[in-house]
């Protein structure tokens, strides 16, 4: 007996650090995208999938909406949101709990003039009681036609289930898209250079995370020693970074280093000989040419 294939792609969008990715994780079964607590973790388009025998769903993590672009940078990671308003069937609008609407954020100005299913994602609802939940859902409401409401905690993957059968429901007919042992699109450095940049957004403070780029431009087994050998080189803005990032005696990036190789580690299930390299590239995040060196432009 056959059953019919559905498959389909669902895309998450939302603003900064409200868990988009948290939820990419938890619906995928696997740590792929970062997590930290700081806004714009993620900076790019990041597939998820999920298959089984009957179904594939193609998830897109993508970076926090930025409301007001300082950078170059931050207009093209908006480009990334705006192309999954292009490819979905269904989209997803993650908000945390507290988050009041804004009309303002062309982002939710968007909405409106979705025609495929609508979920509107409620997140971090281990924060507040149901009174705060049902003032939040009726105060949203108002605002577009959302196909399903869908009040969830992501780090605690309660509700997630729930909301993965919801997205089946509206799933169309579809062929296969991916092999189906295939999880993501992106290749193990990219994983890597990301897994670097976690690391930096958790140790360094204020502005430094955000000017850093990390890109790991070598990538060696050696299967007599049974070690990977990688080198990643890390470009920051300005020069002052650089010292910044090293540390007094190189104690920072010692520190980085350690923390970044122990989960490349665990992500390749290998031992891993790691070298981090400093680079300055001058406000690259308003120069063309290393943007799109960077992946940020076509
Ligand atoms: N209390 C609570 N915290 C959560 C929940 N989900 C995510 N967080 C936390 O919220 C912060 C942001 O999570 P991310 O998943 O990185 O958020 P994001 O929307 O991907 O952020 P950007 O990539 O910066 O746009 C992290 O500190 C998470 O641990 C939740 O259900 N409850
Ligand atoms: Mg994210």
Redesign the pocket.
């Known amino acids: 007996m056959s059953t019919k294939h559905l498959s389909g792609f669902v895309n998450i969008v ?12 938890a619906l995928v079964g696997e740590r792929m ?11 790019h388009r990041i597939v998820g999938i999920v298959s089984d025998e009957n179904h594939q769903v193609v998830f897109s ?4 909406f930025i409301k007001d672009p300082s950078y170059e940078m931050q207009e093209n990671m908006n480009a990334f949101v705006n192309s999954t308003f292009k490819d979905a069937d269904v989209m997803m609008v ?1 908000i945390d709990v507290t988050e009041a609407y804004d009309a303002e954020n062309p982002l939710f100005q968007r909405l409106k003039q979705v025609e495929i299913p609508l979920f509107l994602v409620i ?5 507040v009681d149901d009174k705060k939940l049902l003032q939040t859902i009726t105060e949203w409401q108002a605002h577009a036609n959302f196909t399903e409401i869908v009040p ?5 993957e ?1 509700g997630t289930a729930n909301l993965f059968d919801l997205i089946l429901k509206y799933m169309p007919e579809g062929p296969v898209y991916y092999p189906k042992d295939q999880f993501t699109d992106r290749p193990e450095r990219f994983f890597i250079s990301e897994i670097i940049r976690e690391k930096i957004l958790l140790l360094y403070q204020q502005e430094i995370p955000y000017s850093c780029e990390v890109i790991v431009d070598g990538f060696e087994e050696d299967n007599v020693k049974k070690i990977v050998r990688i080198h990643a080189i890390i470009y920051v803005s300005r020069k002052s970074q650089k010292g910044i990032i090293i540390g007094n005696k190189g104690a920072a990036i010692k520190r980085l280093g350690t923390d970044a190789r122990k989960d490349i580690e665990k992500f390749l299930d290998s031992r891993v000989y790691l070298e981090l390299f400093v680079k300055i590239r001058d406000n690259w995040r308003n120069d063309d040419k290393m943007l799109k060196s960077f992946g940020y432009k076509n």
Do not use: F, H, Y
């Not at 900064?16 to 990419?24: A, E």
């Open positions: 939302g603003k900064p650090n409200v868990g988009k990715s948290t939820l990419m994780n995208s970062i997590i930290t607590n700081k806004p714009q973790t993620t900076r993590d993508t970076p926090g993650v997140n971090k609802v281990d924060l969830i905690s992501a780090i605690n309660a």
